[in-house]
């Protein structure tokens, strides 16, 4: 963020180090708060950010640990990349809820010259590669209940239950897991372009659309 004119380009609320300038990377953590204002009411939000390379993960880790929900940004073109993995991983282990931000959307358009269908079905990938991800996770995590459970069972046995039938169920089909997934239709998917300033989510244009057409928010989000 920029203090003022006058610094313009010079003075930076984040990445301020200068190495962090010329290799045009964050290496270390640094933190902002911000004033946001939602329905007449102001909220106090302090923002760390932290390195996206990997040889940098210790600072994720630390400011994970302090963090109550996270921002998850995957660059449009590059896609996912196995620090997305480990980062989702960390959010997922700190039980912090993270939103997704696919940033540098103008480079499908600038520099690859995508048209609007191949644009969707690239982003379409991308989200359901860090889906995968999640899945796996929320999978492991299942089967390491079960396990401790049937490590438990075997340690110590009950009497009453020798006779009956033993469940080789895991869980996962019985297990709501639909909030744990990205789409952009449960306002946790951003699309972005940083460089330009600009970023959006589905409910924008349902909001555009429901003043335009007359139509009711909660029906153009459900459609």
């Known amino acids: 963020g920029i203090i003022s004119r006058r610094l313009a380009g010079k003075l930076r609320y984040l990445d301020s180090r200068e190495d962090e300038q010329v290799r045009g990377i964050t290496m270390k953590s640094s933190a902002i708060s911000l004033l946001f204002m939602k329905d007449n009411q102001e909220h106090l939000i302090n923002l760390i950010d932290s390195p996206g390379h990997v040889d940098f993960s210790s600072e994720v880790s630390t400011a994970v640990r ?18 997305t993995h480990a980062v989702l991983r960390q959010a997922w282990l700190e039980n912090i809820r993270p939103v997704l931000v696919i940033n540098k959307i103008d480079r499908l358009i600038l520099e690859l010259k995508f048209t609007p269908q191949e644009a969707y079905s690239h982003l379409k990938n991308i989200l359901e590669q860090v889906n995968a991800i999640t899945a796996t996770l929320f999978t492991s995590q299942i089967l390491e209940k079960r396990a401790e459970k049937d490590t438990d069972v075997q340690l110590n046995p009950d009497p009453a239950n020798r006779d009956q039938v033993y469940d080789w169920s ?6 709501d897991d639909s909030h744990l997934y990205f789409s952009p239709d449960q306002g946790n998917v951003v699309f972005a372009s940083a460089i330009d300033g600009w970023g959006f989510g589905i409910e924008h244009f349902a909001k555009l659309y429901s003043q335009k057409m007359g ?4 029906i153009l989000l459900n459609t």
Do not use: M, N, R, W
């Open 215 to 218: 139509i009711k928010l909660s």
């Open 170 to 175: 895991t869980g996962l089909e019985y297990t």
């Open 66 to 83: 302090l963090c109550d929900g996270c921002i998850i940004v995957v660059d449009a073109v590059e896609g996912v990349c196995p620090q």
